[in-house]
């Protein structure tokens, strides 16, 4: 069994309905995969405005690893994305 969290990276959980979740197959418990970047609209409260998101797609085995610790790794790494000068503290 596999469990699979989609986020691209820009503050919102969505499902990702271009791509497939990665095969997780034995020794493996996880993988993580990073996609092209994608330019979406995002509504800033007044108009849409053209905003660059890289999806996220983490696939892994439930038996081994609990949904919430992934989707904490998820946003950890998301946020690290975000602001890569986290990444040299």
Same mark, same amino acid.
């Given at each position: 069994m596999t469990g699979r969290i989609g986020r691209r990276f820009?503050?919102?959980?969505? @499902? =990702?309905?271009?791509?497939?979740?990665?095969? %997780?197959?034995?020794?493996?418990?996880?993988?993580?995969r990073i996609t092209r970047t994608e330019v979406a609209p995002v509504w800033d409260g007044e108009?849409?405005?053209?905003?660059?998101?890289? @999806? =996220?797609?983490?696939?892994?085995?439930?038996? %081994?690893?609990?949904?919430a610790d992934a989707a904490r790794f998820l946003s950890y790494y998301a946020g690290l994305l975000k602001e890569p000068r986290r990444m040299m503290m």
């Open positions: 820009h503050d919102r959980y969505q @499902p =990702l309905p271009t791509t497939f979740p990665p095969a %997780v197959s034995s020794p493996e418990v996880a993988i993580l108009a849409f405005q053209p905003v660059q998101m890289v @999806p =996220l797609d983490l696939s892994y085995d439930n038996r %081994v690893i609990n949904g």
